[in-house]
């Protein structure tokens, strides 16, 4: 069984940075994506930034560019999203995904692309 736990959000002042990490468990993701998404309060769930497993090549939203790293550790089998710079924006509940396709034409940004999701956690950011 699939597990994948979110950790690290909680409340920062803007400009502040957050960790969040993201540790899965149940089998490995070696040809495959993980990605990071987001839901704010009455929008739509939205694409953070993905990784592949077997060469980290990496993904972002244009929103996020520059200010956010993602990364991923083989030996811990965790992913982690530095989120530096932080804006009263990114407020919203972050999702850990994983199973995305590495050959994805959309780059593995659209959410009916990864089977398997963590419960989430939230990330807010005052002004």
């Known amino acids: 069984q699939v597990q994948l736990v979110e950790s690290g959000g909680g409340l920062v002042q803007a400009g502040g940075s957050l960790r969040l990490s993201c540790a899965a468990s149940g089998r490995t993701f070696s040809s495959y994506s993980m990605g990071w998404f987001r839901q704010a309060p009455g929008k739509e769930r939205e694409f953070v930034a993905r990784i592949t497993w077997s060469d980290a090549i990496t993904y972002y939203a244009d929103s996020v560019k520059g200010r956010f790293t993602i990364s991923r550790d083989n030996s811990k089998n965790t992913v982690d999203l530095q989120m530096n710079s932080l804006k009263p924006e990114d407020t919203a509940v972050y999702y850990c995904?994983?199973?995305?396709?590495?050959?994805?034409?959309?780059?593995?940004?659209?959410?009916?692309?990864?089977?398997?999701w963590g419960q989430g956690t939230q990330v807010t950011v005052s002004a």
């Open positions: 995904a994983a199973g995305g396709s590495r050959w994805s034409t959309t780059l593995n940004t659209r959410t009916y692309e990864y089977p398997y």
